[in-house]
C-alpha cells in the first residue's frame, strides 16, 4: 500500500524558445508508490524530471517535497533533498572507476578531508549486491563494463545515496532481458522500503506489469491518468497519441527471383562470433535476434568496414569487400545506422544539419571542395519535412531533440542518398510507440524500393513484425533460420536462448 503525499507538482509549466515543453502539469507521488509516465517523444517527460531533479528551472507553478516547498538550484541540492535521477543515456565518467564514479562528488572524507576509500568500497560493495552485481568490478573503469552494467551501477548510487525519490528514465532500454527482471526486483524491493518511484518507459507492457498508477503526456499537457488494472495498450496509446495507431505495416514483396546483393560467408572474429553466413536480396528485411552478447552489432559493423573480420567472406554485388573501410562502404551505399545513437551516432553539440549532412559532405561541395550550404540546407530540410522531425529549425542543436527526434535525425542521415544495403542496429530503441510506428513504416517504403534491410532488434515483437526471414544468434553462432511463414515467438527465443541444445 502506498502512503502519503511525498511529492506535490502544481502547474508546472515550461518553455524553451516558443516550444511550449510542460504545460501547466500537476500530478502527486506518493510514499512508496511506483508512478509511470508515458507519452510520446517530445511529449515533456524529460523535462519535467529535469525539473524535479534540479537540472532544470521551471517558467511556473511550484513543487512541494514532504510538505515544504521545494527550492533547488541545482541537481546536487535535489540529491541532498533525497531525489535521485537515473538518465535514458548513461551519464558516467567512462575513464574513472566504477568506485569513484559511485561516489563523486559525495566522497566519504576523515576528519583531516582525507578520503576513506576502504569505507567507500564496502558501501559501494552493498549498493552493488542490491543490483546483482560484484564488488570485484570496483577497480574497473566504467568504459570497461557493457552498456547495462554501467546503467546498473547508476542505479546502485541512486540506491546508495538513500533517496526518497528516485526517477528512472527509460531504464530497460538498454538492459537485455535478465537485467530488465532484475531491475524490477530492486523496484518491488524499493517500494516495499518506503521509496517512491517515478517511472519513465515506452514500453507499455511493462509499465502496465509494475506500476501502482500511471499518468499520461501529450504536448507538454497532462491528458490522462489511470490505474494499470483499468488500462490497456489501446487506451494509453490513445491517450498518448489522441488517435488509434496502426502498428501493423508488413507489406508482402517478392525478393524470391533477385539475386543477392549481399553474401556473408563463414564469418568469424576470435570468440566472438564464428561461422556467419547469410546472404540479403534487394527490398528483403532480413531480422537477427539474439541476447546482449550474441555478437549481433560485431557482424554488423564488420559489414560496414567498422571492424574486420579474421576468417571468412563478404561479397556486395559479385565483389569481395570483406577488408573495406567504412568510407569505401559509403561509397557503396552500404550504410549502418548504431545501436547507441548517444555514443556512436550523434554529434551532440553540433547542429541538425550538421549531424544530418556530415556523411555526404562531399557531395554538398563544389570543385574547390567548399560547402555549397543552400543545396546542404535544401536537402536537409526536405528530410525533415519527409520524415516529420519537430523542430522550429535545422540549425538548433541535434541534443535539443527528444530522443525519438534524434533517432530520426541519425536514420535521416543515411536517407540522403538512396542506400542499397541499410544495418539498422536497435532502429527504435528507447522511442514511443508513435514514432516507432512511423520509423516502421519508413522501413516498409525502403523496402518497397528495393532497398536491402538488415534489422537487429532486442525487441521481438519488432523483428517478427518487420521481417520476411529472421536469423536467430546465441554466444557468437546462428542457432536457427526462419522465413516469415514457419516463425513463432517461442521458436525464436529457444533458439536465441539455445535452449534446443542437448
Same mark, same amino acid.
Given at each position: ?5 511525498? $511529492? ?19 500530478? /502527486? ?8 509516465? =508515458? ?11 529535469? %525539473? ?8 511556473? #507553478?511550484?513543487?512541494? +517535497? ?14 541532498? /533533498?533525497?531525489?535521485?535521477?537515473v538518465y535514458q543515456e548513461p551519464n558516467i565518467f567512462a575513464d574513472m572507476s566504477v568506485l569513484e564514479n559511485i561516489f563523486m562528488g559525495n566522497e566519504v572524507v576523515s576528519r583531516n578531508k582525507t578520503i576513506k576509500w576502504a569505507s567507500m568500497y564496502q558501501e559501494a560493495s552493498e549498493a552493488l549486491k542490491l543490483v546483482g552485481l560484484s564488488g570485484d568490478i570496483l577497480? $574497473? ?42 531491475? +524490477? ?5 524499493? !517500494?516495499? !522500503? ?9 514500453? =507499455? ?16 499537457? $497532462? ?13 494509453? =496509446? /490513445? ?16 525478393? #524470391? ?20 553466413? +547469410? ?25 560496414? #568496414? ?11 554485388? #559479385?565483389?569481395? %569487400? ?66 516529420? %522531425? ?12 527528444? @530522443? ?43 523496402? @518497397?524500393?528495393?532497398?536491402?534491410? $538488415? ?14 526471414? =529472421?536469423? /536467430? ?30
Open positions: 500500500m502506498t502512503g502519503e503525499a511525498i $511529492l506535490k507538482v502544481n502547474s508546472i509549466s515550461k518553455s524553451f524558445g516558443g516550444v511550449k515543453a510542460l504545460q501547466n502539469v500537476s500530478f /502527486t507521488l506518493r510514499r512508496g508508490e511506483i508512478l509511470s509516465v =508515458i507519452g510520446e517523444n517530445g511529449a515533456g517527460k524529460s523535462t519535467l524530471m529535469k %525539473i524535479i531533479a534540479g537540472a532544470l528551472k521551471n517558467d511556473s #507553478g511550484d513543487i512541494w +517535497f514532504e510538505n515544504e516547498k521545494l527550492v533547488l538550484h541545482s541537481p546536487i541540492d535535489a540529491v541532498k /533533498t533525497g531525489i535521485s535521477i577497480h $574497473l573503469t566504467m568504459s570497461e563494463l557493457s552498456i547495462g552494467n554501467q546503467q546498473l551501477v547508476l542505479i546502485a548510487r541512486g540506491i546508495y545515496k538513500k533517496c526518497k525519490i528516485l526517477i528512472l528514465d527509460e531504464p530497460t532500454s538498454i538492459l537485455s532481458h535478465g537485467e530488465s527482471e532484475k531491475l +524490477f526486483e530492486i523496484i518491488a524491493d524499493l !517500494k516495499e !522500503k518506503g521509496v517512491s518511484i517515478l517511472y519513465i518507459s515506452h514500453r =507499455i507492457p511493462e509499465i502496465l506489469r509494475i506500476s501502482d498508477n500511471i499518468i499520461i503526456l501529450r504536448d507538454g499537457c $497532462l491528458t490522462g491518468e489511470m490505474a494499470p488494472q483499468n488500462a490497456d495498450e489501446e487506451k494509453i =496509446i /490513445t491517450a498518448m497519441s489522441g488517435r488509434i495507431i496502426n502498428m501493423s505495416v508488413y507489406q508482402k514483396r517478392e525478393t #524470391g527471383q533477385e539475386e543477392a546483393i549481399l553474401k556473408v560467408e563463414n564469418l568469424g572474429y576470435k570468440n566472438i562470433y564464428q561461422d556467419i553466413s +547469410f546472404s540479403l536480396k534487394p527490398g528483403q528485411i532480413l531480422g537477427m535476434y539474439g541476447l546482449v552478447g550474441s555478437g549481433r552489432s560485431e557482424i554488423a559493423r564488420a559489414i560496414f #568496414g567498422e571492424t574486420n573480420c579474421e576468417v571468412g567472406k563478404i561479397i556486395f554485388e #559479385g565483389e569481395d %569487400i570483406t577488408h573495406i573501410n567504412i568510407n569505401q562502404a559509403i561509397n557503396k551505399n552500404i550504410f549502418y545506422v548504431p545501436e547507441d545513437r548517444g555514443v556512436q551516432g550523434l554529434f551532440h553539440i553540433h547542429t541538425i544539419r550538421d549531424n544530418m549532412s556530415v556523411s555526404f559532405l562531399d557531395s554538398f561541395s563544389n570543385k574547390s571542395g567548399f560547402i555549397q550550404k543552400k543545396k546542404e540546407q535544401r536537402a536537409v530540410q526536405d528530410n525533415i519535412t519527409k520524415y516529420s %522531425i519537430k523542430t522550429p529549425s535545422q540549425e538548433q542543436q541535434v541534443n535539443s531533440l527528444s @530522443g525519438g527526434g534524434q533517432q530520426k535525425v541519425l536514420f535521416c542521415r543515411w536517407l540522403l542518398k538512396k542506400p542499397k544495403v541499410l544495418i539498422l542496429d536497435e532502429p527504435t530503441r528507447g522511442i514511443d510507440v508513435m514514432t516507432k510506428a512511423e520509423i516502421h513504416k519508413y522501413i516498409m517504403e525502403l523496402a @518497397g524500393e528495393g532497398v536491402a534491410i $538488415l534489422v537487429i532488434s532486442s525487441d521481438l515483437p519488432e523483428v517478427m513484425e518487420l521481417s520476411d526471414d =529472421i536469423l /536467430t544468434l546465441h554466444k557468437g553462432r546462428i542457432t536457427a533460420r526462419f522465413d516469415r511463414d514457419h516463425v513463432t515467438e517461442e521458436g525464436i527465443l529457444k533458439n536465441a536462448l539455445n535452449l534446443n541444445e542437448e
